[in-house]
């Protein structure tokens, strides 16, 4: 099977752990492994701070907990996503508010972005899909004609630019995933990228249940061991382990190769793809724009095909190949159209009907790129 994502742990990334182990370092409060991959990742990302956390969704959570914003204030996010971009309102007592695509990147619609701000308005979320980043020199300018605070969604944007520079380093705060399936992944994991020193030390507290970050040195003094009653605000158990730091600061030695491949196997794609099914389409780039390449998404001229995207995907599998679907557009879902009017948003909804997503990762082979056309052609007719 050459799977839709797999992740690429060498022997450079068990031999990390194996020595973080030997060291004590399995939990993230004693260690150095963390304050060093946070250091790296920021700096990676063109930032001042860098604050992990457990997953991708506990960093848009705590990012959004950061603005500490009233319930039932808006925040604008791409209709196109993962469900992690809406939780991160929703479980902070906020509106998520969702914007339609445009056609070429399936990014969020810079152009509907003023006519769906209220007086409630407080923040866009605006995620770089599939790995291309959004135009975040043009939404940081309505952004601040609006005085909103911009949180950029990473989780599958790693080494992506615009204007050459990182997404993360645009807004407020950026939030990456680290999942297994993510161009830089520790299993599990997350991080949010910023400049401000003020927000980065609330994130830091708020990741481990609020605690003052000075906690764990506090417990060497009696007399000083019970915090409970310094607590003023709820924090969460969101913080991040050395084991994952060890894989991280290794992974991210090796995005240049990784990304190096991915790049190969996307060209292969859209040189032979195109050829052989001129009518798919394929997500535009962006002139100034660097795609990192996450997930490689076609989009089906359904109208022309003999077959059911349904049964195009089932005979990619039963090839060995593995083919899925990203996403269901968010106001679509129950979750959404249970609390809020429905709408319409005709790219999105377009996108999604028409999509499948193709295996990328940097563990595949020029074959097996090789493969997954052969059997993509074969069956689309």
């Known amino acids: ?79 196109s996503t993962n469900i992690a971009t809406a939780l991160a309102a929703y479980h902070n007592n906020l509106v998520p508010v969702p914007v339609d695509s445009e056609p070429h990147t399936w990014n969020l619609n810079l152009d509907l972005i003023e006519d769906l701000i209220t007086p409630r308005t407080r923040a866009i979320i605006p995620v770089h ?47 990456f995933s680290f999942y297994a399936n993510k161009n830089l992944s520790t299993g599990e994991g997350g991080a949010i990228a910023l400049n401000d020193s003020a927000s980065a030390e609330t994130l830091q507290s708020l990741r481990q249940h609020a605690l003052p970050l000075d906690a764990w040195k506090r417990f060497s003094h009696p007399e000083t061991m019970l915090l409970s009653n310094q607590l003023t605000e709820l924090g969460y158990k969101m913080n991040y382990i050395d084991l994952q730091a060890c894989i991280g600061r290794v992974q991210l030695r090796r995005q240049v190769e990784f990304a190096g491949v991915r790049q190969k196997i996307a060209k292969r794609y859209v040189d032979r793809l ?38 195009l995907i089932l005979g990619l599998r039963a090839r060995n190949i593995g083919a899925t679907i990203h996403y269901q557009p968010l106001h679509t879902m129950p979750l959404y159209v249970g609390s809020a009017e429905s709408e319409h948003l005709p790219v999105t909804e377009d996108v999604a009907r028409r999509c499948v997503t193709l295996p990328i990762s940097a563990s595949m082979t020029m074959q097996d790129a090789d493969d997954v056309i052969d059997s993509f052609s074969a069956l689309h007719r």
Not at 57 to 66: C, E, I
């Open 1 to 79: 099977m050459i799977p839709v994502f797999e992740p690429v742990i060498g022997e450079e990334e068990v031999a990390a752990v194996v020595a973080a182990i030997r060291r004590g370092e399995i939990s993230g409060s004693f260690g150095e492994s963390i304050p060093r991959f946070e250091e790296a990742f920021a700096a990676y990302c063109g930032c001042k701070y860098g604050i992990a956390v457990s997953s991708g969704t506990a960093a848009l959570h705590l990012a959004v907990a950061a603005l500490d914003l009233k319930a039932g204030d808006e925040i604008l996010v791409s209709a």
């Open 129 to 175: 899909l599939f790995g291309h980043p959004v135009d975040m020199d043009h939404l940081c300018q309505i952004a601040r004609k609006h005085n909103l605070a911009v949180i950029e969604d990473c989780a599958e944007s790693h080494g992506a630019t615009c204007h050459d520079r990182m997404t993360g380093s645009f807004g407020d705060m950026g939030c």
């Open 274 to 311: 195109g050829k052989l099914a001129p009518k798919i389409r394929f997500q535009q780039n962006c002139a100034d724009a660097k795609h990192a390449l996450h997930l490689f998404i076609v989009l089906l001229p359904l109208e022309r095909m003999k077959i059911s995207r349904e049964h």
